[in-house]
């Protein structure tokens, strides 16, 4: 049950070679291998949506995917947002119009939230609320979430 | 004048406004720091296994297998754990009659609910851990189990626990007038409904969390912990684990969502604590999400016999109520499973002027998981019994919902006042909060609307309530009780050399914005600039005493001990300005980081110049001169055993007759929590709030069968509010400053959650009026929807 494979991960730029249990889950892999603890793991069964990532620039649930799976990919996670997602504006929003209270969902909504802007979405909020919808949030009630992607796709858009 | 009374006599730069939480830079970076966060040198896991049974008797555990098993240290079962222990007992004594067994952390003999644990595996990591597990050898002999609240209570139920002679653990009688006498009066008409409220529970998605530590040369222990109270948790762990309470420091950093669920003694976090200091080592325990929703308290699970009694103008005779609620096998330590039962005798009504109440409560024993405080302890059951009966009779009058709440509302001028249960009220505007929701909201219009549409086959609903809130409680909560939990709280501002404000609370931030408005009030009071402030919470050995964040207490009590506080150390600087400067201390002021002329505002000298002088070259200061830079002061709510807050919240619901959907158009609601120190933060508390009341409402429930066994314990069978369900809440205040301190602030947290569901079912109700049927159980799902218009059987 403790066999290992070596893998190849590039995470928010930076390249990693490591041995892993082949059984250990990409969120696991990323806070306790890596030491990047900003990825958030709350339900471990694909619900909740707080260790959403980017892995080859698409949105994947870390808890259900495994770190021998991520091998040869690229991955961004929260800790990368600012930089390698270009997501200062929609942080700085969340930021103003407080769309985090206790931040433990934080790293999947934001990743959520840059998929839906990254992909040209408008700034409409029901289609923000669904796309958002499989992201739980016990705090906020949403609004401010929906808030601060609809104020930064309208900055964006000028 | 230069008292603290005179703060609020100038405008302020940072109080009122909405001022971005300078803490939440950091999270949104990745940057928090959590429990499962940390990583120490030579950190195990402890892993536990947990009763499969809601009810059996332990006969034998065979554990040679799994200490043998790769990566395990130690195997402890309940007896091992129970040796190192002083066992708990959930009662206090201001609840006379509350009875509930001595608890251990693990099971001993009997298991007594489903997820209870009975042993542990301490292990290199959790998944070797979880491996070992399943090498455990467990005899277990199933008991019947006693699940139906009702039930439990009929002489036929088996026992949970054979020292008693029923399962009932408290039961308390409130009566005031003559209810029954009242009620036989010819001219009164009686409404009687039985209104049910499913169990749910805070699912905050940072489970529970814990990393022990114990440094034997220094006999510490150390506990780091996703919770609220800090200082309860170092006398729990000092009283029961023998040790000395200063030997004991229990520290929260970020905490990812607490509302109630973290502030009680869990099993599996004190066996955390006892391990590390067995094995001399950092041990962690994060709870996996089927652990939480088998062990974190539940809440709500009432069954409640309802009645209210009118008169043909509406004005309200009396009510009485019967709650039966059920709490699990015990009696949560220490702040007991018996307050929400007593906060629903004491609140239901509290709006409201009448005469005549009897209101009994029974708190029951059950095999299932412990219930206890959750947001809003009791509000949502005790405003609904009040406010679903009062539209309820309304509408058997035929009177408008708003007309009978203007009927019978305390009037705003009528403060200070009591209410028939003896509640102590002031600073109210029950009235006021209705007339700025009916603004807010265009009733008229939502009313035109709902002709409208029934006219086309649609049912819209609009629904109100008119709440209290008990917030800032006083040392008649839970101290006068005997529970080791601080009604006061500290703030201690220190100046540094650098002209820096280091400011440190007793209360506790779990992402609602303690530490911003701390932040806030510090540099508005004391004269520096917001950036300049570094907030300190959570930490037994560096804050003040006090009792931490729970019942809506952060920003009423300990935010008013930050503001004495920081007074006193602008007091203080400016005495030493005075010499320095050679000027009377009131001639002076501090604004913006610097000491200033009161009357035309000519800077005289900086503060951290200030500091400067007394901490390195205190040879220019009089001899007799040894200023500190530093002040402390508490604060406790002295005049009334709580300070109430008060609202009013309108939802509008369409009910989709064919299919039982309710949709939720909109939401509205109106706070008076008195002083705002930040009104975006206050929304977004009562948004929250709001929100998780809708979940209780609509969506929540632990479902369990007959044998105890929860079938719902995953995020994908449980639901919770998504956004995609979720209405727009539209949020505005009337303030009315408390008078019990000088900031005039009251809580705001538990408004929504106590307020929402009442609003939604009494906009339910609205909508099926015209139908001939009603809904009085909570969660209202599609299926209890379409049983109640006999759509399904």
Redesign the interface.
């Known amino acids: 049950?403790?066999k290992t494979s070596q893998i190849v991960v590039t995470v928010n730029g930076e390249k990693y070679v490591e041995d892993v249990?082949v059984?250990?889950n990409l969120a696991d892999f990323l806070?306790?291998k890596l030491?990047?603890?900003?990825?958030?793991?709350?339900?471990?069964?694909g619900?909740?949506g707080?260790c959403t990532l980017f892995l080859d620039g698409v949105t994947a649930r870390s808890c259900l995917t495994l770190a021998v799976q991520a091998d040869g990919a690229e991955i961004t996670?929260?800790?990368g947002?600012?930089t390698d997602k270009n997501a200062s504006d929609l942080?700085k929003n969340?930021?103003?119009?407080?769309a985090?209270?206790?931040?433990?969902?934080?790293?999947g909504m934001?990743a959520t939230s840059i998929e839906y802007i990254e992909q040209g979405n408008p700034a409409d909020?029901e289609k923000?609320?669904?796309h958002?919808?499989?992201?739980?949030?016990?705090?906020?009630?949403?609004?401010?979430?929906?808030d601060a992607i609809c104020t930064t796709i309208e900055e964006r858009q000028g | 004048m230069s008292g603290p009374a005179t703060i609020f006599d100038k405008p302020k730069d940072y109080i009122g406004k909405?001022i971005?939480?300078s803490d939440?830079?950091r999270?949104?970076?990745?940057?928090?720091r959590?429990v499962?966060?940390m990583?120490l040198p030579r950190m195990v896991n402890a892993v536990f296994l947990r009763s499969p049974y809601a009810h059996a008797k332990i006969n034998s555990i065979d554990v040679s297998k799994a200490t043998q098993a790769?990566g395990v240290i130690a195997v402890y079962t309940g007896k091992d754990i129970a040796r190192h222990v002083e066992p708990y007992i959930g009662v206090l004594s201001h609840l006379p009659g509350l009875r509930s067994p001595a608890q251990y952390p693990l099971a001993v003999d009997v298991a007594r609910w489903q997820g209870e644990p009975v042993a542990v595996i301490v292990c290199t990591s959790r998944?070797?851990g979880e491996?070992a597990l399943e090498l455990i050898n467990i005899s277990y002999e199933q008991l019947p189990a006693v699940t139906d609240t009702l039930d439990a209570l009929s002489s036929e139920s088996p026992l949970i626990h054979n020292q008693y002679d029923s399962n009932l653990a408290w039961k308390r009688e409130v009566e005031a007038g003559n209810l029954e006498e009242a009620f036989a009066k010819d001219d009164v008409i009686i409404v009687e409904k039985q209104i049910k409220f499913g169990r749910h529970t805070?699912?905050?998605?940072?489970?529970r969390a814990t990393v022990c530590d114990y440094i034997p040369g220094d006999d510490e222990l150390i506990m780091y912990y996703a919770g609220q109270a800090p200082h309860m948790l170092q006398f729990i762990l000092a009283k029961h684990l023998d040790m000395l309470e200063e030997n004991v420091r229990v520290v929260a950093h970020?905490?990812?969502?607490?509302?109630g669920i973290k502030v009680h003694t869990y099993g599996d976090e004190i066996a955390t604590a006892i391990i590390a200091k067995l094995l001399r080592r950092p041990v962690k325990f994060t709870a996996?999400?089927l652990e939480s929703f088998v062990t974190d308290i539940h809440a709500r699970d009432h069954v409640v016999d309802a009645k209210i009694g009118v008169r043909k103008d509406g004005s309200i005779v009396g009510m009485g109520f019967n709650d039966f609620t059920g709490i699990g096998p015990f009696s949560m330590y220490p702040r007991t499973s018996a307050i929400e039962c007593n906060q629903i005798l004491n609140l239901t009504g509290a709006p409201y002027q009448f005469e005549h109440y009897h209101a009994v409560g029974n708190v029951v024993f059950q095999n299932k998981t412990l219930m206890c405080q959750y947001r809003a302890v009791g509000h949502p059951i005790a405003m609904a019994i009040s406010d679903c009966m009062l539209e309820e009779a309304a509408r058997v009058i035929g009177m408008d919902p708003v007309q009978i709440r203007r009927k019978n509302l305390i009037p705003d001028d009528a403060y200070p006042t009591k209410s028939a249960t003896g509640m102590r009220f002031d600073d109210l505007s029950h009235h006021a909060c209705l007339d700025k929701l009916l603004t807010i909201m265009d009733y008229d219009a939502l009313l035109a609307d709902q002709a409208k549409n029934r006219d086309n086959g649609i049912y819209r609903g609009i629904g109100f309530v008119s709440l209290v809130e008990v917030t800032n409680p006083s040392p008649m909560f839970y101290g006068i009780g005997g529970a080791p939990i601080a009604s006061q709280d500290g703030a201690t501002v220190r100046l540094d050399a650098a002209g820096a404000l280091h400011v440190s609370s007793s209360v506790t931030e779990?992402?609602?914005?303690t530490n911003a408005i701390l932040q806030q009030i510090a540099a508005d009071v004391f004269g520096v600039a917001i950036e300049r402030v570094k907030v300190t919470t959570g930490d037994t050995k560096t804050v003040p005493y006090g009792g931490g964040t729970w019942a809506s207490r952060g920003a009423g009590i300990g935010g008013e001990a930050m503001l004495l506080a920081s007074h006193a150390l602008k007091e203080q600087v400016l005495d030493v300005a005075a010499v320095i400067l050679q000027a009377k201390p009131e001639e002076l002021d501090i604004a913006h980081g610097e000491v200033v002329m009161k009357d035309t505002g000519e800077q005289k000298i900086s503060l951290g110049d200030l500091a400067k002088i007394v901490y390195y070259r205190g040879n220019e200061l009089p001899n007799d001169l040894q200023p500190e830079l530093i002040a402390t002061r508490h604060y406790r709510v002295t005049d009334f055993p709580f300070v109430f807050t008060n609202g009013a919240m309108a939802a509008h619901v369409e009910v989709d007759t064919n299919t039982g959907f309710i949709k939720i158009l909109h939401f509205w609601a109106v706070e008076d929590c008195g002083r705002v120190i930040n009104p975006?933060?206050v929304d977004?508390q009562i948004?929250?709030?709001?929100?998780?009341g809708i979940g209780g409402a609509l969506y929540e429930e632990c479902v369990y069968d007959k044998d105890g066994q929860m079938q719902n314990a995953?995020?994908?069978d449980y639901l919770?509010p998504?956004?995609?369900?979720?209405p727009?809440?539209t949020v505005a205040h009337v303030e009315t400053y408390t008078k019990t301190s000088i900031l005039g602030a009251k809580g705001a947290g538990e408004a929504?959650t106590g307020g929402a569901p009442a609003a939604l079912m009494n906009a339910v109700n609205n909508a099926l009026a015209p139908l001939d049927c009603g809904m009085w159980q909570m969660p209202m799902t599609p299926e209890r929807v379409l049983r109640a218009l006999g759509k399904i059987g």
């Open positions: 049950m403790t249990p059984r250990m806070r306790t030491g990047l603890t900003g990825t958030h793991v709350g339900c471990e069964h619900v909740c707080a996670t929260i800790e947002f600012e942080i969340f930021h103003n119009r407080n985090l209270q206790c931040g433990y969902c934080t790293p934001l909020r923000v609320k669904e958002i919808s499989g992201n739980y949030c016990r705090c906020t009630g949403y609004q401010a979430i929906v | 909405s971005p939480r939440a830079a999270l949104l970076r990745g940057q928090g959590y499962d966060d990583q790769t998944a070797l491996d805070g699912v905050t998605l940072e489970t970020d905490v990812g969502g607490s509302f996996d999400r779990q992402g609602q914005g975006q933060l977004d948004r929250g709030g709001v929100v998780q995953t995020m994908a919770v998504m956004a995609s369900e979720m727009e809440i929504g």
